[in-house]
């Protein structure tokens, strides 16, 4: 066997071959054990790459894979980044800038859809078409593609600042269409029927959702400290989102809400029942403590009691357009009624609850 062939060296179970690119010597160990046959496939292998390298044609990573000096001297990084490493990298260093709710909702995104779509796909190679056709052809909402979207286009868009890419290849790409869903609010008959199949702490807890519209993760974290009886307002400082108490929604979410007399006497009822030496307002009857959050009360509460019911099947958000609804069609001013609800400004009320406004307003 000839241990003298330029370039190729034999080993005991593998052959290195060696050249130069960039000016460096490199040189790589093909684990194939050394035969007169493999060596010349290994000299043809060298010829080709040196053909490459001459003119400008040579794809590191294509020869060797797994090659760390491949990684090291490929001509650009877009060459070697794969959209699931671009993902991952921009991940770690934001998401301490992120609210718990939000890491969440990212991880499963890019778990679920981005990762498995597009992960396999080197920067490089990443056309606006291939999430375009993605989302032709996915059953995802508009507004669930549109998050999908954001995510990839901040992580391109750090490559982008860097130089390692020439252009955001998403800005290319146009939002998708999202058709909001009108609110179904609860009318009277409905809201009773519903209540009627409840009771206790639970019951409670959706009067008290009913007449004062406060999202269920505003429920669930109010406290005895939020609550103003003399003047008759509570205070609305906090969210319960999967176990973990943060701020509202928005800046805005952060209100004095004036409770309405119903919504008065449903708390004084549920102070009376909460007996425990708990902060929280409403808790979990089966154990008397604070719920987890909205999941729970949502499955063993709410769906049970609206099917019950007969009532057709609404989430319990639409305790919230129930209030809104009804306290528009009760003639209460417009702004009132947004800083009730926490809205930053009467245009986002007037764009959900628009036709239950009366026509003399």
Same mark, same amino acid.
């Given at each position: 066997?000839?241990?003298?062939?330029?370039?190729?060296?034999? =080993?005991?179970?593998?052959? /290195?071959?060696?050249?130069?690119?960039?000016? #460096?010597?490199?040189?790589?160990?093909?684990?194939?054990?050394?035969?007169?046959?493999?060596?010349?496939?290994? #000299?043809?292998?060298?010829?080709?790459?040196? !053909?490459?390298?001459?003119?400008?044609?040579?794809?590191?990573?294509?020869?060797?894979?797994?090659?760390?000096?491949?990684?090291?001297?490929?001509? *650009?990084?877009? =060459?070697?980044?794969?959209?699931?490493?671009?993902?991952?990298?921009?991940?770690?260093?934001?998401?301490?800038?992120?609210?718990?709710?939000?890491?969440?909702?990212? &991880?499963?995104?890019?778990?679920?859809?981005?990762?498995?779509?597009?992960?396999? &796909?080197? #920067?490089?190679?990443?056309?606006?078409?291939?999430?375009?056709?993605?989302?032709?052809?996915?059953?995802? /909402?508009?507004? *669930?593609?549109?998050?999908?979207?954001?995510?990839?286009?901040?992580?391109?868009?750090?490559?982008?600042?860097?130089?390692?890419?020439?252009?955001?290849?998403?800005?290319?790409?146009?939002?998708?269409?999202?058709?909001?869903?009108?609110?179904?609010?609860?009318?009277?008959?409905?809201?009773?029927?519903?209540?009627?199949?409840?009771?206790?702490?639970?019951? =409670?807890?959706?009067?008290?959702?009913?007449?004062?519209?406060? +999202?269920?993760?505003?429920?669930?974290?109010?406290?005895?400290?939020?609550?103003?009886?003399?003047?008759? #307002?509570?205070?609305?400082?906090?969210?319960?989102?999967?176990?973990?108490?943060?701020?509202?929604?928005?800046?805005?979410?952060?209100?004095?809400?004036?409770?309405?007399?119903?919504?008065?006497?449903?708390?004084?009822?549920?102070?009376?029942?909460?007996?425990?030496?708990?902060?929280?307002?409403?808790?979990?009857?089966?154990? %008397?403590?604070?719920?987890?959050?909205?999941?729970?009360?949502?499955? %063993?509460?709410?769906?049970?009691?609206?099917?019950?019911?007969?009532?057709?099947?609404?989430?319990? !958000?639409?305790?919230?357009?129930?209030?809104?609804?009804?306290?528009?069609?009760? %003639?209460?001013?417009?702004?009132?009624?947004? +800083?009730?609800?926490?809205?930053?400004?009467?245009?986002?009320?007037?764009?959900?609850?628009?036709?239950?406004?009366?026509?003399?307003?």
């Amino acid at each position: 066997m000839d241990n003298k062939l330029t370039g190729i060296k034999a =080993n005991n179970s593998s052959i /290195s071959i060696s050249f130069t690119y960039n000016d #460096v010597r490199c040189r790589e160990t093909v684990k194939v054990k050394p035969t007169k046959s493999s060596l010349k496939e290994m #000299v043809r292998k060298r010829d080709a790459i040196l !053909y490459e390298i001459e003119f400008g044609k040579f794809d590191y990573l294509k020869h060797f894979p797994n090659s760390k000096r491949a990684r090291d001297l490929a001509s *650009t990084q877009a =060459n070697i980044i794969t959209i699931k490493e671009m993902i991952n990298s921009w991940f770690k260093r934001t998401q301490d800038q992120w609210e718990y709710s939000t890491k969440r909702g990212y &991880i499963s995104k890019i778990t679920h859809h981005i990762e498995p779509n597009f992960g396999h &796909i080197l #920067v490089s190679e990443f056309k606006p078409s291939f999430f375009k056709d993605w989302g032709a052809t996915s059953t995802l /909402s508009g507004k *669930t593609k549109n998050e999908v979207r954001s995510i990839m286009r901040s992580a391109f868009q750090e490559l982008y600042i860097d130089e390692v890419i020439d252009g955001n290849p998403i800005d290319r790409i146009k939002r998708f269409k999202h058709i909001k869903k009108e609110p179904e609010p609860f009318n009277a008959i409905e809201r009773e029927s519903i209540l009627g199949q409840m009771s206790g702490q639970v019951l =409670n807890l959706y009067e008290f959702a009913f007449w004062t519209g406060l +999202r269920t993760s505003e429920l669930l974290a109010l406290r005895k400290c939020d609550i103003d009886l003399k003047r008759k #307002v509570i205070f609305v400082r906090k969210a319960l989102v999967h176990g973990r108490e943060k701020g509202t929604k928005t800046k805005s979410g952060e209100r004095t809400h004036e409770l309405h007399e119903k919504a008065l006497s449903t708390l004084k009822a549920q102070l009376k029942l909460n007996t425990a030496n708990q902060e929280r307002i409403f808790l979990n009857p089966k154990t %008397n403590k604070p719920w987890r959050d909205d999941r729970a009360i949502y499955h %063993n509460c709410w769906q049970p009691a609206v099917k019950q019911s007969g009532v057709k099947f609404r989430k319990q !958000y639409n305790t919230r357009h129930t209030y809104a609804s009804t306290m528009l069609t009760e %003639n209460k001013p417009i702004a009132w009624v947004a +800083r009730q609800l926490g809205h930053s400004d009467i245009a986002m009320t007037l764009s959900t609850y628009a036709r239950w406004i009366p026509e003399n307003k």
